[in-house]
Nanobody, 122 residues
């Protein structure tokens, strides 16, 4: 299993970034993909993902600013991030999780990549 993230960088508050993730070595049909992030010294937190029904789930603080999308045929996942805020600064990870009904969250049962750093300055 291999997941590779790209697209991170440094932007000013209000700017945009688009993260991409390419997945290989797993059956996308039985997994639900999404993004989590981890800021320095803080706990991991889910950002956005797809549930078992293909619906999107977002962390409250990113709703209306972030959009997660996927291309199942290509096994890719994207995260469009608009109106970025300094509190969005973190390392972002693409993760493939077991599907769990109407929920999505990162867990020890997931696979994830090396992450990509997003830094938002005020």
């Amino acid at each position: 299993v291999r997941l590779v993230e790209s697209g991170g960088g440094s932007v000013q508050a209000g700017g945009s970034l688009r993260l991409s993730c390419s997945a290989s070595g797993l059956s996308a049909s039985s997994r639900c993909m999404g993004w989590f992030r981890q800021a320095s010294g803080k706990k991991r937190e889910e950002v956005a993902g797809f549930d078992a029904h293909g619906s999107t789930i977002y962390k409250d603080s990113v709703k209306g600013r972030f959009t997660v999308s996927k291309d199942s045929a290509k096994n890719t996942l994207s995260l469009q991030m608009n109106n970025l805020k300094p509190e969005d600064t973190a390392k972002y990870y693409c993760t493939s999780e077991p599907c769990r009904g109407r929920t999505w969250y990162p867990s020890i049962d997931g696979y994830w990549g090396q992450g990509t750093q997003v830094t938002v300055s005020s």
